[in-house]
């Protein structure tokens, strides 16, 4: 975090996040999973410096609405961090918009295993059967978020920002 | 219409609500180690007789606890029921179809109810004795050694911080810029799925505008005031350890020595 406005947008990034889960509460947290702030992710791909809000936003959203509160803490926020990384990795090669969101949605996709991983240890469900459900509600809210992205970056030039 | 709690604090004077924020937090991340200790109907009775003492030493009404777990309900069931047609194992007690019920099955999802529920029970307990701005500052305090592999931990608590201020005032935002599509004639709740997304926009625009203004506003303040950092930074709220949270911690130690000793 270099400059105060780095860090005062992303707390605002975060808060948004909180705010558009509130949203969809009670269809965000159990198996089949679908949080339509997941779709914030692609804010990575215009600029690698949205990083911390979107951690700060996916930690305080388990604390304050997932029953399953310690283990989303360190899965879900795990997760996001390595798909997020993986995903600023890969936007070092690719500079179409369009195709790095992509990218980010197949990364936070794939990732998901981990959250299957989490609820097949705690609640002994079936591993593949839970990555499917978990990495169905994803996908479909990143790719949904995807031309929402896009047309909220041109008119507030979410690149530019900081 | 948004009557949002941040967090579920319930603000009292109890043994569980003085404790040091810190000394919960790690309580129940051991809690939630050791409960896949409980293998048996003993150690699952351990567990959930800590939970009764637990909410007891908390003074807080029951009908908040079971708020807290009505909502996980559904999943408890859900898997509850996966669990019992999903393992395998022991004597068949009913089968109908291709379903079949074993006893160990049967076993074994009435634990892992168990234990969803103890879970639940903690987490809730931990969420309702401590406000958000304590566990943001115990994350602080704990995380503290993250700092020397150059992990910006006192900048993620204050953003924390920044963003826990900031959420009910972009809900009443979110809700006002509803208002205003609405008046101009956006429809949020019906129509086709293509039609839905592309209201979102309208809706997501005017929030990021707005939240984004807010953040240069609160920088430029910050700065003004004189904010630098972590360097020689002092708090508010200052975190004391004392003998209750050392009590605290020695009995989840205890709890997962008795574990160890009743699994067999």
């Known amino acids: 975090m270099k400059t105060v406005k780095m860090l005062a947008v992303n707390a605002l990034l975060a808060a948004i996040y909180i705010v558009l889960t509130f949203f969809l509460q009670p269809i965000s947290f159990s198996a089949v999973q679908f949080r339509i702030s997941e779709m914030l992710n692609h804010m990575i791909v215009f600029n690698k410096k949205y990083f911390w809000g979107i951690i700060c936003g996916v930690f305080l959203g388990n604390l304050f609405f997932s029953p399953m509160l310690p283990y989303d803490l360190i899965f879900g926020t795990g997760q996001s961090v390595l798909a997020l990384l993986t995903t600023m990795i890969v936007s070092k090669f690719i500079t179409n918009i369009w195709a790095r969101m992509l990218v980010n949605t197949g990364v936070f996709t794939l990732t998901m295993c981990f959250i299957a991983w989490e609820l097949a240890i705690v609640l002994k469900l079936p591993f593949l059967w839970t990555w499917l459900t978990v990495a169905i509600g994803e996908c479909v809210v990143m790719l949904i978020g995807m031309p929402i992205m896009y047309a909220i970056n041109r008119r507030a030039k979410l690149d530019k920002l900081i | ?264």
């Not at chain 2, 910006?152 to 009910?168: D, G, K, N, Q, T």
């Open chain 2, 1 to 264: 219409m948004f009557n949002l709690v941040i967090g579920q604090y319930v603000p009292a004077d109890s043994y569980i609500h003085r404790l040091d924020p810190r000394s919960k937090l790690i309580s129940v991340f051991l809690f939630v180690i050791i409960v896949f200790l409980a293998n048996n109907w003993v150690t699952n009775a351990l567990m959930v007789l800590f939970c009764f003492l637990g909410i007891a030493l908390s003074r807080l009404n029951v009908s908040f606890i079971y708020r807290g777990l009505r909502s996980v309900f559904i999943i408890v069931l859900i898997t509850f029921l996966l669990n019992l047609f999903l393992s395998s194992g022991g004597t068949v007690l009913f089968s109908w179809g291709f379903l079949r019920v074993t006893s160990a099955g049967l076993l074994q999802s009435i634990f892992i109810a168990i234990r969803i529920l103890v879970i639940i029970v903690v987490t809730t307990l931990l969420t309702l004795t401590t406000s958000p701005i304590e566990i943001t500052d115990g994350m602080e305090s704990l995380l503290n050694p993250l700092k020397k592999i150059k992990v910006p931990v006192h900048e993620f608590a204050l953003m924390m911080s920044i963003s826990l201020r900031f959420i009910p005032t972009l809900l009443e935002e979110t809700e006002k810029i509803i208002k205003a599509q609405s008046a101009r004639g956006s429809d949020f709740t019906s129509g086709s799925l293509k039609s839905r997304v592309k209201a979102i926009v309208p809706l997501l625009v005017p929030l990021f505008v707005g939240a984004f203004k807010r953040a240069e506003d609160l920088a430029m303040a910050m700065e003004a005031r004189g904010y630098h950092g972590d360097f020689g930074r002092t708090k508010l709220h200052q975190l004391k350890w004392d003998w209750r949270d050392t009590l605290l911690l020695a009995a989840v130690l205890l709890l997962a020595v008795l574990l160890i000793l009743a699994r067999y």
